[in-house]
Each structure stands twice: as C-alpha cells, then as structure tokens.
C-alpha cells in the first residue's frame, strides 16, 4: 500500500516562520503586558485607591449604602468597624470595608415618604 501513499522528503532550507526575530517577540509580550495595565489593573487600583479614601472620610451622620444594600446612618466610628442605625433602635455593627457608598444628605428621608 506504500504507492498511495508518497514519502515526505526533507528539504535543506527551514520552514518559513521558524526563525523568529527575538527583539519582535520581546516587543509583542511587552505590548501585551502593557495592555493588560492599561486595561485591567489600573483602572481597578484607582477604584481600591478611591474606596479607601471614602471609608476613611467617614463620619457621624452620614448616610450610606452596604455591599448588602442597606440603607442606613452612620452613629458611631471606629478604627475598623462602624455603627449603623438601619431603623428606630436598630443599630449594626459592620466593617468599613461593607461601605459601598456615601448618599448625599437627607436621602433616607425621602426614601421614607416615597411609600
């Protein structure tokens, strides 16, 4: 069965695409690296950069929202945790880290009357 099938010779001169230029593949994987910067790593170091100088600005009274979304005000700070008042005596205890966002003054009063 050997004639149906033709032998595969060698030829002396390398294949086309072998011999990669090494400065080419350094540049594309650092193109590569930069990208990925640019893209993903930056942008998220900014939001890190900005949630932490919004916990840290965190004072009595202000009304914020949690990771878990609730609503509440802020009545007691501490190195680590915070104290929140979701209702009429109730009050939570959280970390700062929970905070998602600060609400402008006076939004929980106008949640209130929405119903």
């Known amino acids: ?3 149906l099938i033709s032998n595969a010779l060698a030829e002396g001169a390398p294949a086309a695409g072998q011999q990669g230029d090494p400065l080419m593949l350094l540049l594309f994987f650092g193109g590569f690296i930069l ?7 930056r942008p998220q170091q900014k939001r890190a950069k900005e949630h932490q100088k919004m916990v840290s600005a965190l004072g009595k009274g202000d009304e914020v929202v949690t990771n878990g979304g609730l609503l509440g005000k802020v009545t007691e700070v501490g190195e680590e945790y915070v104290s929140l008042e979701l209702a009429d005596n109730v009050v939570v205890r959280l970390q700062k880290q929970a905070i998602a966002s600060v609400l402008p003054k006076g939004t929980l009063k106008t949640i209130g009357k929405e119903k």
Not at 35 to 41: A, Q
């Open 1 to 3: 069965m050997s004639f």
């Open 35 to 41: 990208i990925f910067y640019f893209i993903l790593i």
